[in-house]
């Protein structure tokens, strides 16, 4: 399995921005399609952008479409979530997740980091 941590969140303004990073370790990074989750208080995990293996594939959630965008840097085994013009219904704790199969659906990932926070305030 490959292990990730994320970083770069924090506390913002509606309307900021944020990019959140997600380091690999252990297997070959490139070998797996990434993806971002979220989960507010009292609701469930859902997906926010996936990326394939080599990166020419991407998907998002259609809340953050047009404002979120995934990349990797395979060389530098991260991840990449580019978070513009944030609101505040983007308040979550952030995941990144490694699975063989890029797929929107959480139970395809089998790595996951520990999350990290953002909280955007209005």
């Known amino acids: 399995q490959v292990q990730l941590v994320e970083s770069g969140g924090g506390l913002v303004q509606a309307g900021a921005s944020l990019r959140l990073s997600c380091a690999a370790s252990?297997?070959?990074?490139?070998?797996?399609?990434m993806g971002w989750f979220r989960q507010a208080p009292g609701k469930e995990r859902e997906f926010v952008a996936g990326?394939?293996?080599?990166?020419?594939?991407?998907y998002y959630a259609d809340s953050v479409k047009g404002r979120f965008t995934i990349s990797r840097d395979n060389a530098k085994s991260t991840l990449y979530l580019q978070m513009n013009s944030l609101k505040p219904e983007d308040t979550a704790v952030y995941y990144c997740?490694?699975?063989?199969?890029?797929?929107?659906?959480?139970?395809?990932?089998?790595?996951w980091g520990q999350g990290t926070q953002v909280t955007v305030s209005s």
């Open positions: 252990g297997r070959t990074f490139s070998s797996y399609a």
């Open positions: 997740a490694a699975t063989s199969r890029l797929s929107r659906s959480s139970y395809e990932y089998n790595s």
């Open positions: 990326i394939s293996w080599l990166g020419g594939s991407t």
